[in-house]
């Protein structure tokens, strides 16, 4: 008897446990089948591979057919300017230019250049009328909203320009922070964003354009300016009275292309063609081309008529 029972007992112990693990499989497995929808969506994003190169020809879409557009604000030598030939012609000349024209090349597209004040540059950018803005453009984080930035193409910095005779005039940037001192710096530009940043007791003059900064300047109506530390360097081999008083801190030191937003196209093309032009050389001969053009007879500023 104690045998039957004790075979009986295995018996519904045995069974207990066959429905047991078969509860659990079956669990397992629904789980399992609810869970494989959202699972495979994850393993398709994070194992999505990278677009191949030159995928952007096929989707490439810009303002007018077959056209790159570009804004450009050309009182920013090297970067933009006009260069005078012997005859007195002006031509849309620096490194930013020889760029452009490189891009739209490699994109096999027409070049379109329209030339502005800086803020219209920002705006047109901005309003999609233009696919790219080229003008020495530093890629702040407070224009991220209004536009998508390329690479960086150029290492750059910053400086607070002066005349000679106050070269020593101050020890220190921080000495410049007085309501006494009149400082100008370009209109919508970084420059006058880090001026507000450096020195915002000072006198803070916004003019439309750097020339403007340094006719002010060079006419002792301004002590000193913000301008980007390339194009001071160029202003003060033509403008010897012209020189730099000091580095200005800034940790974004380098220049990219504004690019209308969204346009992931355009921005893929853009930035391969960049990354050609620095693999090749090209942008060191754009860059030393531009250097030696804007130490001749240069005219910065729009051209009437």
Do not use: H
């Not at 391969?272 to 910065?300: P, R």
């Amino acid at each position: 008897m104690k045998k039957v029972l004790a075979i009986m007992f295995a018996l519904t112990l045995l069974v207990s446990l066959l429905a047991g693990c078969g509860s659990t499989a079956t669990d397992s497995q629904d789980a399992a089948a609810e869970s494989t929808p959202a699972a495979d969506a994850a393993a398709e994003d994070t194992s999505s591979e990278e677009k191949p190169e030159g995928w952007w020809k096929e989707e490439l879409t810009t303002v007018s057919d077959g056209v790159l557009t570009v804004a450009t604000s050309p009182d920013f030598a090297p970067y933009e300017f006009y260069a005078i030939d012997e005859e007195g012609n002006a031509q849309l000349a620096g490194f930013d230019m020889a760029l452009a024209q490189y891009i739209a090349d490699y994109m096999g597209l027409t070049l379109e250049v329209v030339p502005m004040d800086f803020d219209g540059v920002l705006a047109e950018v901005t309003a999609g009328n233009v696919d790219l803005g080229m003008a020495g453009l530093s890629p702040d984080p407070n224009r991220m909203d209004a536009m998508d930035f390329s690479d960086i193409y150029y290492q750059g910095g910053q400086s607070l320009v002066t005349v000679q005779a106050n070269k020593d005039k101050w020890a220190s940037l921080e000495e410049l922070n007085d309501p006494s001192v009149t400082i100008g710096a370009q209109l919508g530009s970084i420059q006058y964003d880090l001026a507000m940043e450096n020195t915002p007791d000072a006198d803070v003059v916004q003019l439309a354009k750097v020339t403007d900064v340094v006719s002010e300047l060079l006419g002792g109506k301004l002590d000193a300016g913000f301008i980007e530390t390339v194009v001071a360097e160029s202003y003060a081999k033509n403008y010897p009275d012209l020189c730099i008083a000091f580095d200005v801190p800034y940790e974004v030191e380098g220049s990219s292309i504004g690019v209308v937003k969204g346009n992931e196209a355009l921005m893929a093309g853009v930035n391969e063609a960049i990354a050609a032009a620095l693999a090749d050389g090209s942008l060191d001969t754009f860059i030393t081309e531009a250097n030696e053009l804007a130490s001749g007879n240069i005219y910065e500023g729009l051209m009437e008529g």
